[in-house]
């Protein structure tokens, strides 16, 4: 699968962008396989499928993309920073990709990163730890994985916990999945958007 564009930019060119990002998602849910295999948990026991994890998983989504907004609005700051630490490493890439490309990437990164540390990592850690502590190592674990700068793993940590509550209150896998990809499909189409507009000529 490669993404289209006439983007110059020879970054922007490289058609690897997509499979390789794919590859990395995919490698996540085969350690999520591989370690649940070893602590005796399938990564995804605890999807209970439901019309009600379903409703939860986008209502949840509503306060991240509100998080993201106020992030965008920045002007200075860490939010500023890191925003435009993003935009400028993978905005040449995404700008070049179709939106249905990105919708499987943020999907493929939902199920997958789910599986891992919600689904095996903080249910593995709950049997041998108190729900509350299982969360917050689950989410370190996250926002290390997550680790692009140091504002950029906090932000992942927070997140994490944010979606392992939500999986701890709901009881449901599907929510937290439906939830982390929409949120991520919206925030690779506005980093897609804030770079190609930075690319545009200026009028006159």
Do not use: K
Not at 5 to 28: H, I, K, V
């Amino acid at each position: 699968m490669g993404c289209t564009s006439s983007e110059p930019n020879r970054t922007a060119q490289d058609p690897r962008f997509l499979p390789l990002a794919l590859t990395g998602e995919a490698g996540l849910l085969l350690l999520a396989w591989g370690l649940g295999r070893w602590l005796g948990i399938s990564p995804l026991q605890e999807l209970r499928p439901s019309l009600q994890a379903l409703v939860w998983g986008i209502a949840a989504t509503v306060p991240l993309l509100f998080g993201l907004a106020i992030m965008l609005a920045a002007r200075s700051g860490p939010a500023r920073r890191l925003v435009s630490f993003v935009v400028e490493q993978i905005g040449p890439f995404l700008a070049r990709c179709s939106v249905g490309e990105l919708a499987f990437l943020a999907a493929v990164a939902g199920i997958s990163e789910e599986a891992l540390f919600r689904g095996v990592i903080q249910v593995g850690l709950a049997q041998v730890l108190p729900e509350v502590w299982a969360l917050v190592a689950a989410s370190v674990l996250f926002g290390l994985v997550h680790f692009a700068t140091r504002a950029y793993a906090v932000l992942a940590g927070v997140m994490g916990v944010y979606l392992g509550s939500l999986f701890l209150v709901q009881g449901s896998l599907l929510a937290p999945i439906i939830t982390h990809g929409l949120y991520d499909f919206v925030a690779l189409l506005y980093v897609a958007r804030i770079f190609r507009a930075a690319q545009d000529p200026l009028p006159g």
